[in-house]
């Protein structure tokens, strides 16, 4: 297994430019609850951030956003998405950043280098999470933090009424990123992986969006069909089945009272001095 684990863009998905802007909703649908427990777990103005995982960019957009004086090195192991999250910021006129073409497995970075590390939805994909985690706590500064952002697919989309078929969908997923060596049930497991990475002050949150409260329109932008599509392809789940799930989606949106809920598992940690 290389260092990119898992979640390769040009792999996991059927269309890059339609998993791209996939990536870009997912952030816009949680964005409002993280940015709170991001700004209670000591993100703020003047400081030296690291994003490992950067992906397009859009963290690192976001954050640029809200605090006009801090300074942002993104870190990205994929030489595409290095290439865009460059022309993307770029073309935002964002500065105030650097985007690294690096492994979280091993950045290259100074110890004792920044205050606050964002780390969304990258120890999923990872064979060896520990040695990730130790890596993030050794280019903190004493009394930095860390936030890791991670899924649990145990308990991912939830819909009301049911739609029981997204359970097989999920297994699917699963099945194809174990083979790959990742692990996409690791948000229970985030507090235990941080301690044995040598975190100390371990926190843990589940924070949650709902249809009801965000709409149905990033939901959608947020799910899609070039995953799933890309699993049938792969062997991983039936065409069959990803019929039944279309089924059951079109008929849970015909119901009155329909409603979506997904959760991301967040675990802080804290580099004693």
Not at 1 to 25: C, F, N, P, W
Not at 204 to 218: C, L, N
């Amino acid at each position: 297994m290389d260092q990119q684990g898992s979640y390769q863009i040009k792999t996991i998905t059927s269309h890059v430019e339609t998993e791209i802007k996939r990536l870009k909703a997912q952030v816009d649908l949680f964005w409002d609850k993280e940015l709170k427990h991001y700004i209670e777990y000591g993100l703020r103005d003047g400081i030296r951030i690291v994003e490992l995982g950067s992906g397009p960019g859009f963290i690192t957009e976001k954050v640029l956003d809200k605090l006009p004086e801090a300074y942002i090195t993104a870190v990205e192991i994929d030489p595409f998405l290095v290439e865009y999250a460059q022309n993307y910021l770029s073309k935002k006129n964002r500065n105030r950043y650097e985007v690294l073409e690096k492994s979280i497995m091993e950045t290259g970075l100074a110890e004792n280098m920044f205050d606050f590390a964002i780390i969304r939805l990258v120890l999923e994909h990872l064979p060896d999470p520990v040695n990730a985690v130790r890596e993030v706590y050794r280019i903190l500064k004493p009394g930095g933090r860390a936030v890791f952002v991670d899924n649990d697919f145990n308990m991912h989309i939830m819909t009301h009424p049911h739609v029981p078929e997204l359970s097989e969908l999920y297994d699917a997923y699963c099945q194809s990123r174990f083979a790959e060596g990742g692990n996409p049930r690791i948000g229970r497991e985030l507090p235990g992986i941080l301690r044995e990475g040598g975190f100390s002050k371990v926190d843990f949150e589940v924070i949650s969006a709902h249809s009801e409260i965000v709409g149905e329109e990033i939901f959608l932008k947020s799910e899609g069909m070039s995953i799933p599509a890309k699993l049938v392809c792969d062997g991983f789940l039936s065409s069959k089945v990803l019929a039944n799930i279309s089924v059951g989606w079109r008929n849970m949106f015909k119901s009155k009272k329909h409603a979506i809920l997904r959760q991301l598992y967040m675990a802080v940690g804290e580099k004693l001095s």
